[in-house]
């Protein structure tokens, strides 16, 4: 009787190898400090949402950034009930500006409506936002409370930090819509309309041209027979002057706000036969002008 094969060693499988999470590097504001080689105090704010929220020890690496463009490489250097240092250690490359100058001039927004907008708006990379306040706006007087400006800086602050924007934009005091208009000096003016306002304008003439946001050819505006500008026509005068971007509130523009727009020379835009919510406009026509002018960027700020 043949004597029995001996066991064979059970093969283990190949191990698949361990997928790594990159470890996500904290980025701390700092505004108003000349960022050099050498130790740096955080601010109230940023010490304890790195000593209590990240639970960060001596040693841990950190970006540090200035809001105008400044960025460090730095270690956490001490952590006490007195301050917290970190030591800066090398400048570091910030992330490229949108090469465009977009302000966002808003109305404001009720709640976190409005935050939610600010948000966006930093991470899409608008250079400003301006707040402003229309014939149906839902906020009134409350509008320009100096803690709103407060909060919104707070919320954009917050973007560029998550989104790795080494630039926070100003958010400018609340202005009445005829002021907010005066201020878009030689900047591109878009008007963001629904497609039966355009149909309602007065006689197309020049300041009442249309933009259309696909194609290169002009080409009349759908359903209206008015004359279209194409963003790409747009490109060459946006990237010199910048542009000036009008959304409206929940309860829509007056006629005449569109009226007197059109009559300062914005240009009315519509993205498309649907009609978009108030809080979300700017975050889709952001992305429509960062999509027509996205080779367009530029360096942030030397030191």
Known sequence: ?????????????????????????????????????GPLELPSDEAHHLQHVLRARVGTSVRVFDG??????????????RAVLVDLVAPAAARPEWGVEVVLAQAVLRGERMDEVVRDATMLGVAGVQPMTTAHDAVGGRAGSPRLRERWLRVAIASAKQCGRAVVPPIAAVLPFDAAIVARGDRVGLLLVEPAAVARLPHPGRGAVAVSSSGEEAAPLSGT????VSLEELRTQACASGAHVLVGPEGG???????GAVAAGYHPWTLGALT???????LCALSVLRYSWREVLRD???P
Not at 253 to 259: F, L, N, R, S, Y
Request: proline share 14%.
């Open 1 to 37: 009787m043949p004597a029995p094969e001996a066991a064979q060693p059970h093969a283990s499988p190949a191990q698949e190898p361990t997928a790594t999470i990159p470890t996500v590097t904290a980025r701390l504001h700092v505004a108003g400090a000349r960022l050099a080689a």
């Open 300 to 302: 942030p700020p030397g």
């Open 253 to 259: 523009w007056e006629p005449g706000e569109i009226v």
């Open 225 to 228: 027979g008015r004359p279209t």
């Open 276 to 282: 978009l919510r108030a809080d979300v406009m700017a």
């Open 68 to 81: 105008a463009g400044h960025e460090w490489d730095a270690r956490v250097a001490r952590i006490d009930r």
